[in-house]
């Protein structure tokens, strides 16, 4: 990938770490602009194009959470929130809120960029030629190789916890699917909470009328089904 033209948001109260990062992701070939909250993170976001942020939670004023949630309003730029370790309940949020992924505190640096590739090499999988393994309904197009959603000919950009959501019940379209298998799918998609609150957001994506649901049903007493054409 080629990362020079990829521009890193890092927004982050601490000063130490803001420059080990723009140092360490500057090395890596990535364009990077470092700030210190909310605040100017949304000033540079209102004049600058940006790739990805990388995005600390716990910070003064205006959080990472708060700002994550605010953003996805407006904007699908991806999202990398860096947590406390002990910080479980804000990643399962961070995730229900929009955000691509998240990194524990402390980490190493390498992990980082290989996740931050990760995202972008997924995002910009709009650009690739389409595969073969296909799952159609209404006017969508899920390629299971790829884990890409198109409409037509636009790119239907999902998160890292829908695709992963999408994907499970894309592997047996018709066929109900029980909330823990979900879960056991990856920790990304979260626990048998926050599974409704991935599917909420993924309905507002491919459903004319997300209140009643056409293409990706509730089952009672099991979980979900993704019906085809």
């Given at each position: 990938?080629?990362?020079?033209?990829?521009?890193?948001?890092?927004v982050d109260d601490d000063e130490r770490l803001r420059d080990l990062l723009r140092r360490f992701l500057s090395?890596?070939?990535?364009?990077?602009?470092?700030?210190?909250?909310?605040?100017?993170?949304?000033?540079?976001?209102?004049?600058?194009?940006?790739?990805?942020?990388?995005?600390?939670?716990?910070?003064?004023?205006?959080?990472?959470?708060?700002?994550?949630?605010?953003?996805?309003?407006?904007?699908?730029?991806?999202?990398?929130?860096?947590?406390?370790?002990?910080?479980?309940?804000?990643?399962?949020?961070?995730?229900?809120?929009?955000?691509?992924?998240?990194?524990?505190?402390?980490?190493?640096?390498?992990?980082?960029?290989?996740?931050?590739?990760?995202?972008?090499?997924?995002?910009?999988?709009?650009?690739?030629?389409?595969?073969?393994?296909?799952?159609?309904?209404?006017?969508?197009?899920?390629?299971?190789?790829?884990?890409?959603?198109?409409?037509?000919?636009?790119?239907?950009?999902?998160?890292?916890?829908?695709?992963?959501?999408?994907?499970?019940?894309?592997?047996?379209?018709?066929?109900?699917?029980?909330?823990?298998?979900?879960?056991?799918?990856?920790?990304?998609?979260?626990?048998?909470?926050?599974?409704?609150?991935?599917?909420?957001?993924?309905?507002?994506?491919?459903?004319?009328?997300?209140?009643?649901?056409?293409?990706?049903?509730?089952?009672?007493?099991?979980?979900?089904v993704l019906i085809t054409d």
């Open positions: 990938m080629d990362t020079q033209t990829n521009h890193i948001l890092v090395e890596q070939g990535f364009r990077v602009t470092t700030v210190a909250d909310a605040a100017e993170a949304r000033r540079q976001l209102a004049v600058l194009d940006f790739d990805l942020i990388v995005l600390d939670i716990m910070m003064p004023g205006e959080d990472g959470l708060e700002l994550t949630q605010s953003l996805r309003e407006e904007s699908q730029v991806p999202i990398l929130l860096l947590t406390a370790m002990e910080e479980t309940e804000s990643r399962i949020t961070g995730l229900e809120s929009g955000a691509d992924d998240y990194l524990p505190k402390p980490f190493e640096p390498r992990e980082l960029v290989l996740r931050i590739q990760a995202i972008l090499r997924r995002v910009n999988r709009q650009n690739e030629a389409p595969g073969g393994n296909k799952v159609y309904f209404g006017g969508f197009v899920f390629d299971r190789d790829r884990d890409e959603l198109r409409k037509g000919d636009a790119y239907v950009r999902l998160t890292a916890a829908e695709t992963l959501l999408l994907k499970a019940l894309a592997r047996s379209p018709g066929t109900p699917v029980d909330r823990d298998d979900l879960t056991a799918e990856s920790e990304l998609i979260g626990n048998q909470r926050t599974i409704d609150v991935q599917v909420t957001r993924l309905r507002r994506k491919i459903e004319s009328d997300p209140k009643y649901p056409r293409y990706l049903q509730t089952v009672r007493g099991t979980g979900y």
